[in-house]
Structure formats: structure tokens, C-alpha cells
């Protein structure tokens, strides 16, 4: 059986990856896991979230939706700006709205995404397996390889079967190749649905099916599930930009906002009818009063970076647009034939769904790694933001902080998310350190696979956090040093072919702008199409990217944008003090604030400061500042300390 099973499906095959990733560990899985169960954690400070559910399943809730099937809609760039909301007297979406104000509903409006690069693949991955995604590339190609414990696997255990619908080619996102990994049995992709190809459905470059003959056909599959079943539901119509044809348009809009506001505001209506029928066909094939339901969106619809939105969304919203509204998305509970009504205004993020569900599926254990919390039981949550707003920005209760986009801690600003008023940045500092770390140690535990070396090494979180607290990034002693100028492409382009051919080289590149240099490197060799849509990323060039990316090390200077540097995907990043003397009090505090690997420093001045170098206990790096012009090479080396 298992030659004919490798010969119909290669090492390559989603099949043979899903049973490779997963069932060798499962024979042996729940004796590991009870020691999670035994550790204790202050769930106050930061968490490795693992063992808190435990402490969190107390409360009426916990099962109620026990052995109902799990309907999950994740919604094309809804965002909660249009939930319980009207439009100058028209109703936005009153079929949720109903919900909402009924029997039966929870609402949790205090929710927000959470992604990264891979915008609504990164929604999914961030649900179902409460961890946050990467911002390097796609996390669903990157690390299609790794081992994953999230919801679908966990319910499997638990008597489920689980399934992914979505409208469009199964390839986009690599998604084909990753649910089968992430635990999905059976993927409905276009390839299964009529496309009714409704001229501006999908907008942009995407042209996908209606939600209306999506959930139409949705259903006819849903009906012949074995129950109780996972469904998730990946609708697309209020994808940008919102094109819906005129005869689709309900709700009459002002001149003032007939543009992609208008536009965004009558393809959530839309969307919200759909759903209507979508629950009268749940009732018809006698799915409804079994089930649970769930929305939520996937991510924003509205950019605040679009001066069109931002210049014209004050007009209906009587007040300025912020990030943290951009980012706030709904998540809606319906479970039928129960009294449960309630508006929750704890703040919680899309790593908190999983254990969220999980508890109202009456699951008593979490047997995985993951860092989100349960909602109905759990304190607020730190809801870490590394897209739009820069690493260490976060949402806590009431309180929105964004850290200054010059990475230094006292420039930073923070509001109230209910009257936009500014707030002190008094004590924002650590819960600040504590979003960084949930960004940081998802990317740690994608990059490293560490449920997969916990599980091999039948390791407790106790040694896996030795693990992490030893994750230091190593750099060899010597590298090559380049100073390059930001838009210098022939420059770039010798340099990068240099790398391609010495696998093993690192390198220290300078440039009068770091930013610009990186971002040019990243548009030329990435393998990123610069057509508009991830789905024609040229795989091979990626991998030789992310290769090479993992061996430059950005020399940032003080008051150069360290975090944005990191948003680029580096996390070898070294803070230069080029030929200053002395140095200030703001680079003392830059070290302590942004946590580089490393302090690069010019021969002239590296005795001058020789008490800072020892007391940062960071490796310091001495070069020749004469000697870097034009595309010279020379040689940095590590400066050794007895």
C-alpha cells in the first residue's frame, strides 16, 4: 500500500505532505502535550499561549455549540466600520445587523485582523492556527512544508471533517497546496463552481463568482457532508474595487461619497443580503439548527492610505479615519435556537479564534502551540499590529498605540478608540515589548518549525521556551561591506549576482538610503510580478530572494527607520554609527528600544565609546569608513571581547 501510495502521489503532492506533516506525530501526541497542561501561566504578562485555555473554559458558554457543525464565513474586506451601522437612514447590512440585536448572536466589536503579506490567506492562517503570519512573503508558499496543529486538525480528533470553499483557482496563495497541510480533507475551488461572471464582482484583478451563486452551490456540497463538519467559506465579492453593476446598487449614495467609499458602502450591502440567503438555504437543507455560525472579516476594505478614503470618509463618519478603524473587523456568533445575545468590547485579534471556537465546541484541551486566548473568559488581548501600522503599534481594551515610525519610543502617539482623543504613552512601553514578541515569535516558530522540533524532542514548554530565549541570531565574524546608494541599480544589480554565486557570504550593506536599497532589491529580484496579484510570483526567484535577504545585514543608522527595515523581512539588522565621536543619549536608548544584532562601527571612533559597546553586550562589527565608495568591497570583521 504504501508504493502504490507513493507512487500516486509524490513527495510534492498535497496528500503525501498533509499525512508526512501529521500523522507520523499523532500516535504519541497527547502524552507530550500533558505537559502543557501542568505548566502555569500568568495570563497578565505575556504569554507562550500554550496552557492557558486550560485556566480559560470556565463560564455558561463553554459548549455551547458542542457537537454542531462549525459554518465559518470569512468575509472579502468587511470591516466593522459598515456592522451595526446605517447610512444616513439606509441600513448597511440588516441581515447581520438582525443577528446581532436577536436571540442567539454574540458580537464581538472590539476585533481586529491581524495579517501579513499574505493578506486573506494570512486572515485563514491566523484564524485557524493562532499564529500570526509573516510579512517577508506569503506564509502559506513559505512554510508549506512545516508541521501545523491548528483548528482543523484539532477537530478532526474530535470527530470532524473539514472543508474549504472559496470561488477562485485553487493555486492563488498556494492554497491547493497548504490546506491539506493546515488539516482541510477536501478543497472546492473554482475548478467545482459555475462562474456566473457578473461584470465588477471581485474588482480588481480578481474576477470571482458572486457570493450569491457561491453560497448557492456552497450549499448544495454542505448538504452532502458527513456531520458534524468544519466549513470554511471564503466569499469574494466585496473584493477591491468594489465594481458592483448598477442594478446590484441599493443603497442611494450622496455626490459627496460616490466614489470607492460609496461604492465599498453598497457592496457590503450586497454581501449582507447574500448572507441572508445563504441562512435560508442552511435552513431549507436542514442545516441551520445544527450548526454554528460564524463572520468574520478577513481584513480591511477602506484604506486609510488612499487620500480619496481618508479625505472623504469624515463626511459620513463625523470624525477623522484611524488606523485602528481600518484594522477592526467584525466577529459574529449565531447559534441557533439558543437565548445567548451579547456585544462583547473586550479587544481580541484573528489568533484568538481558534481557542475562541474551541471553547464553544466544548474542547476541553488545546494539545498545540498557539497564542491567541479564548474571548468569552480571557482578559483583554495585546492585539499585535505589523501591517499598516509598524511593529510594537498594538490595541489593548480602549487604548490604540502606534509605536513613531522612527522606531524611537518617546515619539510614539496613542488614542482612545471610542473618541479618538490622544492618551499619554505613559506605561504603553511594555505592552508595546509584548506585541513585538507575538510578531516576532510566530515568525521564530514559522522559521525554526518548533511545534515539530517540540513534538520530536517530546519537548515541555518550559524547554521550548529555553529554546527561544537562547534564539540568538548568529552572524560569522567576518562579512563583506558595501556601501550602495539607494537607487544605484547597476550597483544592486553586481552585488546581488555576487551573492547568487557565494552561497555562503554575508554581507554588510550601508547606503546614504537603506530604505530605498531594499525595497529596489526586493522589486527586482523577489520574483514578484509587478502586475498587480501575488499569484504570479515566480516561485524559484522568490526562493533565491528570501535566501539571499537572510544574508544581508542592514546597517541602520540612528533616526533611520530600524522597524521598517524590519518590515521589509530582516531580521539581521545591525544599528551604524558611522564616524561620530560621541555617541548620544537617543543611540543608547535605540539599542535598548530596537534590540539589533549588532553595532557597526568605524575604526576612527570604536575606542571612543568602548564603555557602550561592552555594556550593550551586542557584537560590534569595526570597518574602514574611507574605504566604502561607490561599489568598493572590503572586508568587516567582528571586533573580539575577552
Not at 435560508?280 to 437543507?285: C, D, G, Q, V
Request: hydrophobic share 40%.
Amino acid at each position: 500500500m504504501l508504493v502504490i501510495v507513493i507512487a500516486l502521489n509524490p513527495l510534492s503532492g498535497p496528500f503525501f505532505m498533509a499525512v508526512n506533516n501529521q500523522e507520523f506525530f499523532t500516535y504519541h501526541i497527547r502524552d507530550i502535550f500533558e505537559y502543557f497542561a501542568e505548566e502555569k501561566h500568568d495570563t497578565a504578562e505575556f504569554y507562550l499561549a500554550a496552557g492557558t485555555y486550560e485556566n480559560q473554559t470556565g463560564g455558561e458558554l463553554f459548549g455551547a455549540a458542542e457537537g454542531r457543525n462549525l459554518i465559518v464565513i470569512q468575509m472579502e474586506s468587511i470591516q466593522n466600520l459598515v456592522v451595526d451601522r446605517d447610512y444616513f437612514g439606509q441600513d448597511i447590512m440588516p441581515v447581520l445587523n438582525g443577528m446581532i440585536h436577536n436571540p442567539g448572536t454574540v458580537y464581538f466589536n472590539n476585533f481586529y485582523s491581524q495579517i501579513g503579506s499574505g493578506n486573506t490567506s494570512d486572515a485563514e492562517f491566523a484564524a485557524n492556527n493562532s499564529i500570526m503570519a509573516s510579512v517577508e512573503s506569503y506564509t502559506y508558499q513559505l512554510y508549506q512544508n512545516n508541521y501545523f496543529r491548528g483548528l482543523p486538525w484539532i477537530l478532526k480528533e474530535h470527530g470532524y471533517r473539514s472543508y474549504v470553499l472559496h470561488g477562485y483557482k485553487k493555486k492563488f496563495w498556494n492554497r491547493e497546496a497548504i490546506y491539506p497541510v493546515l488539516g482541510f480533507e477536501r478543497f472546492f475551488s473554482d475548478d467545482d463552481f459555475i462562474n456566473d461572471n457578473i461584470e465588477g464582482i471581485g474588482g480588481g484583478n480578481i474576477v470571482g463568482i458572486s457570493d450569491h451563486a457561491f453560497y448557492e452551490q456552497a450549499s448544495v456540497y454542505m448538504e452532502e457532508f458527513t456531520q458534524p463538519f468544519y466549513s470554511l467559506l471564503i466569499t469574494l465579492s466585496t473584493h477591491h474595487s468594489f465594481k458592483l453593476p448598477e442594478y446590484l446598487r441599493e443603497i442611494k449614495i450622496r455626490p459627496q461619497e460616490d466614489n470607492i467609499v460609496g461604492d465599498y458602502i453598497n457592496s457590503a450591502h450586497y454581501t449582507d443580503k447574500c448572507i441572508g440567503e445563504f441562512i435560508e438555504l442552511m435552513k431549507e437543507k436542514g442545516l441551520y439548527d445544527n450548526s454554528i455560525f460564524v463572520f468574520y472579516g478577513d481584513h480591511f476594505g477602506l484604506s486609510k492610505a488612499d487620500k480619496r478614503i481618508d479625505d472623504t470618509l469624515p463626511g459620513w463618519l463625523g470624525a477623522p479615519y484611524r488606523y485602528d478603524q481600518m484594522m477592526n473587523v467584525p466577529l459574529i456568533i449565531h447559534i441557533p435556537g439558543t437565548d445567548i445575545n451579547a456585544v462583547y468590547e473586550n479587544s481580541g485579534g484573528q489568533i484568538d479564534f481558534m481557542p475562541t471556537m474551541a471553547y464553544l465546541l466544548g474542547i476541553e484541551k488545546l494539545d498545540t502551540l498557539y497564542f491567541g486566548q479564548n474571548l468569552f473568559t480571557g482578559e483583554d488581548s495585546i492585539v499585535a499590529v505589523q501591517t499598516h501600522m509598524l511593529k510594537g503599534s498594538y490595541i489593548k481594551g480602549d487604548q490604540v498605540f502606534e509605536i513613531s515610525r522612527d522606531g524611537i519610543f518617546e515619539n510614539s502617539r496613542a488614542w482612545d478608540r471610542r473618541t479618538g482623543d490622544e492618551t499619554i504613552i505613559d506605561g504603553c512601553a511594555e505592552n508595546s515589548l509584548k506585541a513585538k514578541s507575538v510578531i516576532e515569535l510566530s515568525l521564530f516558530y514559522l522559521k525554526n518549525d518548533i511545534l515539530r522540533l517540540a513534538l520530536e524532542r517530546s519537548m515541555n514548554v518550559s524547554e521550548i521556551n529555553e529554546v527561544i530565549a537562547g534564539n540568538e541570531v548568529a552572524l560569522p565574524d567576518m562579512m563583506e561591506g558595501r556601501y550602495i546608494a539607494g537607487d544605484d541599480m547597476d550597483a544592486i544589480d553586481k552585488f546581488y549576482k555576487s551573492m547568487l554565486q557565494d552561497k555562503g557570504k554575508y554581507a554588510l550593506l550601508m547606503s546614504d538610503d537603506i530604505d530605498a536599497l531594499l525595497q529596489n532589491i526586493e522589486v527586482e529580484y523577489s520574483g514578484k510580478s509587478k502586475v498587480k496579484g501575488i499569484g504570479s510570483t515566480d516561485k524559484a526567484a522568490n526562493a533565491e530572494y528570501v535566501d539571499i535577504r537572510g544574508r544581508i545585514v542592514p546597517a541602520v543608522s540612528p533616526g533611520d527607520n530600524y522597524t521598517k527595515v524590519q518590515y521589509l523581512g530582516y531580521d539581521k539588522i545591525i544599528l551604524n554609527t558611522g564616524d561620530d565621536a560621541v555617541l548620544s543619549e537617543q543611540f543608547l536608548e535605540l539599542i535598548n528600544a530596537d534590540n539589533p544584532c549588532g553595532i557597526a562601527v568605524s575604526r576612527n571612533n570604536w575606542r571612543a565609546n568602548m564603555n557602550i559597546w561592552a555594556g550593550s553586550k551586542l557584537p560590534v562589527y569595526i570597518y574602514n569608513a574611507h574605504v566604502l565608495t561607490g561599489s568598493d568591497v572590503m572586508q568587516v570583521y567582528r571586533q573580539p571581547w575577552k
